[in-house]
RNA sequence: CGGGGUGUAGCGUAGCCUGGUAUCGCGCCACAUUUGGGAUGUGGAGGUCGUAGGUUCGAAUCCUGCCACCCCGACCA
């Protein structure tokens, strides 16, 4: 395999991108800024929807699926909405094509075109809206709490293979509540289930807070978020849950009866995580030697590795990988056997490295007759004999060491690249020279916020839940501010 | 969309300035020897040189348009 190698240290997305490929993940399509996402990545974001899904429904929600086409007045319904969409819309003008007869080609027919244009979604709130009107009348149909699994169309300018393409794979729940209080509690429910999920499964360590307005969703009273510090000192959104408040009842003019027998509008929620998770997965772990998968999400989790060199030998070993195999899958573990006997060894552990296997397990005429095994693990990159007889308890626990392990090592990471800042310079030196999150004061302002974008390229990732209060001036304008916010250059 | 760069076999590349039908490595196929950290030998297959035009007896090479990708901006729940 003689792929290109480009070094972390040197090239952070260079690095990524071929990462991306010579992982097998993912790689760019045919069709501009849409990426074809491989089986090996295919896998790996399975498991993050089994583990979503499973969490989703744990807390009383259900799947569902609303069309991909919404018609273009929809959007106009809600003012902000349709602002913070518009710039990004694909638009489906007609319904069929024909060979024209002159040129031989097929056009588009001009004859087909529609009434009203369509619009591939960038996102379902308007669809569902209009569909939670005629399923609405009483309190007795709330809360209703619907996910859908689905892809969505953004027209961005600039993509990259999982953190901003053009079609994406994602989740969006949308729910309606009879009372302010039970929607925000939904919205915060449902960013603990991803902040949950990305530390425990993911092994990504996130900072929970909430948006400030200039970064809030669009037709939102409030956007919560989960924060994730990538490797190159960057910032990634990693999932949002939004309070809509009554917008959408409103524009959709869905409203429910009381107990008391008055009309309300109905409050609302959604929230949503997407394929760039699986770059923010990348992101946080991986090295020059390839990826490296928290246990937790890994398609493979052991691999055996069979070594012999005479044919005597091959019986011998393979007849220890498959009772080895049986004994691991036996206690769930996913587990391979590499077999292919075309291949060395070395050649074997180099892709395996590559592919972010967390432990893999060696077996050669040599164990067979001492009793051991060789273990190597993809994080430390550690190697170690063991008895075979201590396979069924040692393996697991590995497993579990190695999630807890780069979990750390992510979070060790973060700790270190949160600084706290009191001036504009340290603010700029922070993030020119430090690279990470920076705590500094923040008058509130939209404008303020806008201009130290505009200087520093930094902005506003989250006010952190539970913020401690202290009184402070801002880092730009000196004004007075209650509490510090996080900054960062962002993905 | 602006600035810079790139596009040659599955992957990575040489050739381009100075036009004459494409180089090398990896991978692939066959056989043999191999296999405890990216094996070796021998033989073989694989190319609309991103794409569409133009100049020319002749274009990977020169000219023009277009497309895609990468980097930096702008843009971006």
Redo the contacts with the bound molecule.
Sequence with gaps: ?????IKRSE?Y??W??NLV?NADLAE?SDV???MIIKPYGYAIWEKMQAELDRRFKETGHQNAYFPLFIPKSFFSKEASHVD??A??CAVVTHYRLKNDPETGQIVVDPDAKLEEELIVR??SETIIWSTYRNWIQSYRDLPILINQWAN?V?W??????FL?TTEFL?Q?GHTAHATAEEAIAETKQMLEIYADFAEKIMAVPVIKGV?SAN????GALD?F?IEGLMQDGKAL?M??SHFLGQNFAKAFDVKYVTRENKSEYVWATSW?V?T?LMGALIMSHSDD?GLVLPPNLAPIQVVIIP????EGE?ELVMEKADAYFAALKKLGISVKVDDR???????K???Y??KGVPV?I????????NG???V?RRDT?E?M?LQAADLEHKIPHLLEQIQQNIYQKALDYRTEHIHAVNTWDEFIDALDNKTGFVSSHWDGSSETEEKIK?LS?A?IRCIPLNNPQEDGKCVLTGNPSKERVLFAR?Y
């Design positions: 395999m003689d792929v290109k190698k090239d997305s260079g990524y991108n490929k760019h501009k800024g849409c913070g969409f710039k990004e960038p996102t969505v953004r961005e300018m600039r993509t990259r293979l901003r994602w969006e948006k970064e809030r969703f669009a956007t978020c959104q999932g949002t949503g997407s760039r030697e070594i012999f060199r005479k091959r006997d075309n291949m060395t060894p070395g050649f552990y180099a892709e490295e590559l893999r060696a077996i050669g005429p040599r164990d067979v007759q051991t095994i060789e190597a990159k190697k004999v505009e390229k902005t962002a």
